[in-house]
Structure formats: structure tokens, C-alpha cells
């Protein structure tokens, strides 16, 4: 399995790939989560819907968005598992949290951790992913 590598860049005027199955499917689970459900016209499932699942249930961030996510996990990674979701509320800007989510494969001990740093509502930037 050959993947784009994330964050996209271009060596040698070619872009950068990677064989490593950690860094493809870190990769693949940053851009789901970073991705609300319908953005994508020909993967209208694919994503998160982070933003209506906070309307719907109020403020209740620290339930919403873990909620969300393993719904995200055992739809488009069901052979992984989330195993610790953070949401870490920034201090400067409190309409934005980043969320730390470690997940593993369900046959291995190791872990892997992305985080995805996303605009609550009233804010104008919806998403914006930064891998670790």
C-alpha cells in the first residue's frame, strides 16, 4: 500500500509518498476527521458531522464529539478502534478545541495519534487538520 504523504509535500519535483501503514491510515483518519459528512460529493458519507452533532445536543462538547468520532471510526475503520479521545479547549480562541483521538489496530498493542483542530460554531473557519 503506497499513500500521499501527509502533510502534503513535494520532494525532488514529485509528492512525497510513503509505504508506511502507520503514516497512510494516520493520515486517512486525520482527513475523515477533518472532513464534515456531505463535503465530499462522491463520498457523501465520509467524514464527521462534528458541527450538527454539537448543535443538536447543546453544549455538551466532552460527549458530542466522542460520540461523533467512534460513529466515524466503526463506519470507515472498522478494523481499528479509538481507544482515547481528548479535547483539549484552547484558552486564546475558545470557539476552537483541538481533538487528540489515539486509536489502534484491534490486533495490536500499538497506537497511533492525530490530532484534528476544528472552528466550534460562530466561527467563519470550519476546519483546518494538522497531523502529529
Same mark, same amino acid.
Given at each position: 500500500?503506497?499513500? %500521499?504523504? &501527509?502533510? &502534503?509535500?513535494?520532494? +525532488?519535483?514529485?509528492?512525497?509518498?510513503?509505504? !508506511? $501503514?502507520?503514516?497512510?491510515?494516520?493520515?486517512? %483518519? @486525520? &482527513?475523515?476527521? +477533518?472532513?464534515?459528512?456531505?463535503?465530499?460529493?462522491?463520498?457523501? @458519507?465520509?467524514? *464527521?458531522?462534528?458541527? !450538527? @452533532? %454539537?448543535?443538536?445536543?447543546?453544549?455538551?462538547?466532552?460527549?458530542?464529539?466522542?460520540?461523533?468520532?467512534? !460513529?466515524?471510526?466503526?463506519?470507515? &475503520? $472498522?478494523?481499528?478502534? $479509538?481507544?482515547?479521545?481528548?479535547?483539549?479547549?484552547? *484558552?486564546? !480562541? $475558545?470557539?476552537? *478545541?483541538?481533538?487528540? %483521538?489515539?486509536?489502534?489496530?484491534?490486533?495490536?498493542?500499538?497506537?497511533?495519534?492525530?490530532? *484534528?483542530?476544528?472552528?466550534?460554531?460562530?466561527? @467563519?473557519?470550519?476546519?483546518?487538520?494538522? +497531523?502529529?
Amino acid at each position: 500500500m503506497i499513500g %500521499v504523504k &501527509f502533510p &502534503f509535500t513535494i520532494t +525532488g519535483g514529485s509528492i512525497a509518498t510513503t509505504s !508506511n $501503514p502507520a503514516e497512510i491510515i494516520g493520515s486517512q %483518519v @486525520t &482527513f475523515c476527521l +477533518g472532513t464534515m459528512i456531505g463535503e465530499r460529493l462522491m463520498r457523501p @458519507t465520509w467524514g *464527521v458531522d462534528i458541527i !450538527n @452533532t %454539537v448543535h443538536s445536543i447543546g453544549a455538551d462538547l466532552d460527549v458530542a464529539l466522542p460520540e461523533a468520532i467512534r !460513529n466515524a471510526f466503526s463506519t470507515h &475503520f $472498522p478494523d481499528y478502534e $479509538p481507544r482515547e479521545i481528548e479535547i483539549i479547549r484552547r *484558552v486564546d !480562541n $475558545p470557539a476552537y *478545541v483541538d481533538i487528540d %483521538v489515539k486509536f489502534g489496530h484491534y490486533d495490536s498493542d500499538i497506537d497511533m495519534l492525530v490530532r *484534528v483542530g476544528t472552528q466550534l460554531p460562530d466561527g @467563519t473557519e470550519i476546519y483546518a487538520n494538522e +497531523g502529529l
